[in-house]
């Protein structure tokens, strides 16, 4: 079957409509970082350079606007790093944490206002968790990791990372408590205590 074709004005129409969205979300971006939760749609709609019905067209509304700025900021600054593959799958690992962290803690307040209103979807989370589970698969099988790590307890690594990201802190200080975490996870002799109890049981936790 030949490609389907859109007469130029319609893929004009479309090009116009991809680019509309795009300044949407970059200009949601910097509105939230700047003002937090005093951002309105109309506000994202004149930093982006079109009116607000657009936004709506696209977006429905605030909570849904942040959802696409958190989607956006992991495509951008943390998908790519979790989707190379090196020959050293611990430092695989260790760069997706970091980049992690770094997009995180430049975007805290999209990301907290997003968790505050159900941006972050169940969806969203566990697309991450799939991502770490492919890393920490490849990590274990090098023997470079703990063999009862699990992805949650990578992603609540970054989790208690973020915690040390405030504002007056120096910047990047969380880079320390990072390499902190990130050497706790390397093989060691004595198990973690739930994992204990779970090859005692047998059972995993929910």
């Known amino acids: 079957m030949p490609p389907v074709t859109h007469p ?3 893929r004009g129409l479309r090009l116009d409509a991809v680019r509309n969205q795009e300044r949407i979300v970059a ?7 700047e003002l937090g939760a005093e951002v309105t749609l109309d506000e994202v709609a004149r930093r982006a350079g079109v009116g607000v019905a657009t936004v709506y067209r696209r977006f429905g509304n605030r909570d849904q606007l942040l959802r696409a700025v958190v989607e956006h900021v992991l495509a951008v600054e ?18 997706t944490l970091e980049a992690s962290v770094a997009a995180v803690a430049g975007h805290r307040k999209v990301v907290a206002l997003a968790h505050a209103t159900g ?3 169940v969806d969203v989370v566990d697309r991450y968790l ?9 990590a274990r099988a090098a023997g470079l990791v703990r063999p009862e790590l699990e992805p949650r307890d990578v992603a609540m690594s970054v989790v208690m990372v973020l915690a040390t990201v405030r504002d007056g802190n120096r910047a990047g200080e969380w ?11 390397r093989p060691a002799a004595a198990p973690l205590p ?13």
Do not use: H, I, K, Q
């Open 8 to 10: 130029p004005e319609e």
């Open 27 to 33: 200009a949601a971006a910097a509105a939230f970082a």
């Open 78 to 95: 943390v998908e790519p790093v979790a989707e190379v593959e090196t020959d050293d799958p611990w430092r695989d690992l260790a760069a």
């Open 119 to 121: 941006g972050l979807g």
């Open 130 to 138: 799939r991502r770490l589970d492919r890393l920490l698969v490849r």
């Open 175 to 185: 880079r320390r408590y990072l390499a902190l975490l990130l050497d706790g996870m």
């Open 194 to 206: 739930d994992s204990a109890r779970r090859s005692d049981s047998g059972v995993r936790p929910a």
